[in-house]
């Protein structure tokens, strides 16, 4: 009985955290979302994906195609890692400085090395989904 509690808790607050930010790339600021409305999201989206307990994620139902245009969860890590071969943080400059070597082999880097730079890539980037890339985000003093 606890377990099913635990679970509807976590779907609950799965859905009570996606809803507003689906509804929000549509939703104008002076209309805000009406239970009805939400109500019928989280359906919608209870149809195409499923709670993976493995990955502790949401993905897409098998037989269900994702919207045209929306890239893959690989497709945005690699550009990710793109991003942080080809670049390296720097700590007294409080910015991202291009190599100009080439592109770093990532598998040669320690553990924490890649920790660190990978923190601070999402600490300094915001993934767009109007440009589907990576953007730098403005609030970031750099």
């Known amino acids: 009985m606890k377990n099913v509690l635990i679970k509807s808790i976590m779907i609950a607050a799965t859905i009570a955290a996606v809803a507003p930010a689906i509804y929000a790339q549509t939703a104008t600021p002076s209309a805000p979302a009406t239970r009805i409305q939400v109500k019928m999201d989280r359906d919608e989206f209870l149809k195409t994906h499923e709670w993976d307990n493995?990955?502790?994620?949401?993905?897409?139902?098998?037989?269900?195609?994702?919207?045209?245009?929306?890239?893959?969860?690989?497709?945005?890590?690699?550009?990710?890692?793109q991003f942080l071969a080809n670049n390296r943080w720097s700590s007294p400059d409080a910015k991202w400085i291009p190599i100009k070597t080439g592109p770093r082999e990532m598998s040669k880097m320690t553990r924490a090395q890649v920790r660190a730079e990978t923190s601070e890539f999402v600490r300094t980037h915001v993934w767009d989904n109007n440009k589907s890339d990576w953007v730098l985000r403005t609030s970031v003093k750099q």
């Open 54 to 81: 493995q990955g502790s994620t949401w993905k897409l139902k098998s037989g269900v195609e994702a919207p045209v245009g929306v890239k893959t969860r690989d497709e945005v890590k690699a550009m990710r890692d």
